[in-house]
């Protein structure tokens, strides 16, 4: 295959991945040498299409290979540390959160991937709930608010949990979480 059909067939790949149609992206990279990718947004968006196929070990390959061109991007460190999460690597986890940490000491995400990070260990409840009320204080979010009232209602802390519900319906217009707390 020359270079003009390796793009055509990227550019298949990469409609097929916006129409959401994973698995068949995927069968389409199956035909391709990937290792002769260079664009790290590419290699990302691919990865995606792995990992919503459950194919987390071929994400994550492609994910380092995409930090190897872009190794100052908190998107793709971010990616790879959730990656690793889901395939039940917690090592590899932990390290890739720690070099997100590193990277972007201030990004609000690194609470977010403490959070996957915490609760995929199995921590307690109220360390979880200590993480999500850091993301309620510096950067609120109608679906990491709603998880924060279900923790709340769990720990019995059913004002907190309504407090919360009610913050989400001040400052959210609509979406399913706006109205699974009004409810």
Known sequence: MNKYEFEEKLIDVQELIEEGRYQEAVNECENLNLDLLTKPRVLNQIA???????????AEILLLQAREYASKSRGILFHLCNVAIRAGDLEGAEEYYED???????????YVLQYRLS?????????????????RRDEPNDH??????????????TDDAV?????????????????????
């Open 119 to 135: 609760y995929a260990k199995g921590r307690p409840d109220e360390e979880l709930i200590e993480i999500l009320e850091i993301i």
């Open 100 to 110: 997100f940490c590193r990277l972007a000491p201030r990004d609000i995400q690194r």
């Open 48 to 58: 995606r299409a792995y990992e919503k196929c459950r194919r987390y070990e071929d």
């Open 144 to 157: 990491w608010l709603y998880i924060l009232a279900q923790y709340y209602v769990r720990a019995g802390r």
């Open 163 to 183: 407090a919360v519900c009610d913050e989400i319906d001040l400052w959210f217009d609509n979406g399913k979480y706006v109205y699974r707390a009004a409810e």
